[in-house]
């Protein structure tokens, strides 16, 4: 009966994912959110996910080396899109870079070689659907009304 839920919630080709409960149907607090299918997702190495709570709450999801990566879509140390920036791997350690100041963000733990850090979110793929941890409403499309700063 679950799986029959999660196709309803699937809407083809935009994905909505829901903001208003998961699959547990907590509505507040950090949770699971679905995001849509891992066969359409993986078709992008990064698509920026929208928040309910605005523009300063949305997430990256990347997509590399076959494994879905979350983090906040603006850059700690001055606001920069995140999902433009280039992603390179070092030394073993997957890193996107800040495309305004070149700062780099390791996709695991969100760690930087600076003192900064950017919040990571957890990714689950659950019978070919992607999930995000998450205390706010994720969809690939923005919300209506959402707070740009």
């Not at 994905?15 to 907590?26: Q, R, V």
């Not at 891992?38 to 300063?56: P, Q």
Request: hydrophobic content about 35%; aromatic content about 8%; proline content about 4%.
């Amino acid at each position: 009966m679950l799986k029959r839920k999660l196709e309803k919630r699937v809407v083809s080709p935009i994905f909505m994912a829901s903001g208003s409960a998961d699959e547990e149907g907590n509505a507040e607090g950090v949770s699971w959110r679905l995001i849509g299918p891992a066969s359409e997702l993986s078709k992008k190495r990064c698509r920026l996910i929208h928040s309910s709570l605005g523009y300063d709450s949305d997430v990256c999801l990347f997509y590399v080396k076959g494994e879905f990566f979350a983090m906040d879509a603006r850059c700690s140390h001055s606001g920069g899109p995140l999902c433009e920036g280039d992603i390179e791997e070092a030394d073993g350690v997957l890193q996107v870079f800040c495309p305004w100041h070149d700062y780099n963000f390791d996709l695991r733990t969100g760690k930087s070689g600076t003192s900064l850090q950017q919040q990571v979110h957890e990714v689950k793929l659950e019978d070919g659907i992607v999930y995000v941890k998450h205390s706010s409403g994720l969809s690939l499309q923005p919300f209506p009304m959402a707070k740009k700063s």
